[in-house]
């Protein structure tokens, strides 16, 4: 959480009022329906204007429903995406399944309707150990909240053993407000992707000016409150 807005709770709780900071939470969806050029890194870019204020980023999720064209037959382990608000890249997806020893990562043909969030239990990018085994396919949709990928690897290099630096915590703190740009490539040949929709679900405080203006009050506002 953002620590100036968990400050000023804990002294407003301490001192007996309550917080002047709220948080706010902001969905915003794009319907987008519209095929992923298939091996191409050309890719497809949507975007999502959010208008906060000048709010600050506490949280941030991102759900993504993706499924094969229809007829077509498309492996998750082609795909590479990430989310962008024109500073920071988080890397949601990066070839999934992608090791040293299976270089065309996972060959599931399956939807995919995910929520990308810090509060995951596993990385996506080794999502079928997570749920069985290495060597285990999917038998439907792969679903539930996971960690991204947070690989920010080269989609031809990436492998499960590179380190993850770029996770949604990267927009924690920033502007909620403004263009935030998500990128989905089929990297490898061999049948079409088709991208939903996805959805953006953050929860927002203040700017931390505004926060430190909270916290410079509540004193006063003890006060107040034994007189």
């Keep these: 959480m953002n620590s100036l807005f968990l400050k000023a709770s804990l002294m407003a709780a301490v001192l007996g009022c309550a917080p002047l900071a709220n948080a706010a939470t902001i969905v915003v969806t794009d319907t987008v329906n ?7 890194s050309s890719g497809l870019a949507r975007s999502l204007t959010v208008d906060a ?4 980023v506490v949280t941030i999720e991102l ?5 094969a064209a229809p007829g077509e037959e498309a492996f998750l382990g082609d795909l590479y995406i990430y989310l962008t608000n024109g500073v920071d890249k988080a890397v949601l997806l990066n070839r999934a399944g992608r090791t040293s020893t299976t270089p065309a990562g996972y060959g599931d043909n399956q939807s995919m309707n995910v929520t990308f969030s810090n509060e995951g239990a596993a ?3 080794n999502y079928r150990l997570e749920l069985g085994g290495a060597t285990t396919p999917l038998t439907g949709p792969l679903t539930g909240i996971w960690q991204a990928d947070g690989r920010d690897i080269d989609p031809a290099l990436v492998l499960d053993t590179d380190a993850v630096t770029a996770g949604l915590d ?3 703190e920033g502007a909620a407000s403004g263009s935030w740009g998500l990128f989905v490539a089929d990297l490898s040949g061999g049948g079409e992707h088709r991208l ?3 959805t953006i679900t953050m929860e927002t405080v203040p700017e931390p000016s505004a ?3 909270s916290l410079a009050a509540l004193p006063l506002l003890a006060r107040r409150r034994r007189n």
Excluded: K, R
Aim: net charge negative; no cysteine.
């Design 196 to 198: 939903v929709s996805w």
């Design 63 to 67: 759900s993504i429903q993706i499924e």
């Design 123 to 125: 990385n996506i990018h």
């Design 170 to 172: 990267l927009f924690e």
């Design 211 to 213: 926060l430190l203006l």
């Design 53 to 56: 204020g000048t709010e600050s």
């Design 34 to 40: 519209t095929n992923i050029p298939d091996g191409s």
